[in-house]
């Protein structure tokens, strides 16, 4: 396929709820590192919610207007000259997160935390369109078996993957916070890693549902019943070696922590939207708990271990794939992302 070539495209251009336009566009020529992208899949992510509904964050970390998505799975159609290991035909998916390779936390092989690091949504990118063209240094091949769905999920499936595999699982009762996106990936993680039991926490009817069919064993509504004796009963009194919070919210996060069992590890992935207070003595001095932040997945270890585990049958995320739309009708997937009352929402391209 040769350049000039047009797309649909989802547009944030205003700065409001929602202020989102489809538009055809041509797209830009293709540079020598630049790869030409068919998009068949991409998926929403908690990150587009904040642009789409324009909160602080997003106000404080965009210039519109601005193309939106970052997950997708597609097919190379066309290459660069200066492009390598990338071919037309390859299936692909987005690394979100570009390292630039040479400064002290890549050096020390935390490419996740580079100091020069680059966020393909902020790029002016997208891939909420039926073309796109990407540098290839922020491309993944994938399998060709896999499907163009599962590609699209690569990004937030490794953040659960990397959230469960952050404290040894196997054996040992873990506890999600939190059944959004990514704590339903974290759950079925934990499942397919050897977790003995796992408990999950969420206020959403419809996400404790969703957290069961993805196997956790039991699950809690923290309004209802506290969390620390509900953990404790779950758990048949043994109580909570691994607890991982996907919520964010400061109250689940003292719960938590207070669920441990002396030794016990805290991995937060949510985050937060202002300080949270802790009980350092009582809570993690005295019962020498663990409490570790993760903040993306470790680039590329957490990405070949989610795809080994997807291709392997293990890694059951079909009951998150709630929702696909055609691309047109972007409002009403936004809206049903924004609800709650949903799994993972993806544009299917066809
Ligand atoms: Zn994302
Ligand atoms: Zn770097």
Redesign the pocket.
């Known amino acids: 396929m040769t350049h000039p070539i047009t797309t649909r495209m989802l547009v944030k251009e205003w700065q409001r709820h929602g202020g989102v336009a489809m538009h055809q566009r041509e797209l830009r020529p293709l540079g020598p590192q630049d790869v030409l992208v068919r998009v068949r899949r991409a998926a929403i992510c908690g990150t587009d919610l904040h642009v789409y509904g324009w909160n602080d964050w997003a106000a404080r970390n965009y210039r519109l207007p601005i193309p939106m998505g970052h997950e997708m799975g597609g097919e190379v159609l066309a290459i660069g000259a200066q492009v390598s290991g990338i071919e037309p035909g390859m299936r692909i998916s987005a690394e979100t997160h570009i390292?630039?390779?040479?400064?002290?936390?890549?050096?020390a092989n935390r490419?996740h935390t580079?100091?020069?690091?680059k966020l393909f949504s902020k790029q002016g990118l997208g891939c909420f369109s039926d073309y796109t063209v990407v540098p290839a240094s922020a491309l993944r091949r994938v399998p060709d078996d896999m499907p163009f769905r599962d590609a699209s999920i690569m990004e937030p499936l490794g953040v659960g993957v990397r959230a469960a595999m952050e404290a040894d699982l196997r054996g040992r009762n873990a506890l999600v916070t939190g059944c959004g996106p990514i704590g339903l990936f974290t759950i079925a993680a934990a499942r397919a890693l050897g977790a003995a039991r796992v408990v999950a926490a969420d206020l959403h009817d419809y996400r404790r549902e969703l957290a069961r069919a993805l196997g956790a064993d039991t699950v809690i509504n923290p309004e209802v019943e506290p969390l620390a004796e509900a953990t404790l009963q779950a758990t048949g009194g043994e109580g909570i070696d691994v607890a991982i919070d996907c919520a964010g919210n400061g109250r689940a996060i003292q719960d938590s922590l207070s669920s441990l069992v002396p030794g016990g590890a805290l991995i937060l992935a949510g985050l937060p939207s202002g300080p949270v207070a802790l009980d350092l003595a009582k809570d993690v001095i005295v019962r020498e708990a663990r409490v570790q932040g993760i903040f993306g997945r470790l680039i590329d270890e957490t990405w070949l271990a989610t795809e080994s585990l997807l291709r392997s049958g293990r890694l059951k995320v079909e009951p998150v794939l709630t929702h696909s739309f055609p691309l047109d009708r972007f409002e009403e997937a936004f809206e049903l992302a924004e609800s709650g009352a949903s799994g993972k929402v993806m544009f299917d391209m066809g």
């Open positions: 390292a630039c390779g040479h400064c002290r936390q890549c050096r490419r580079c100091l020069n690091l």
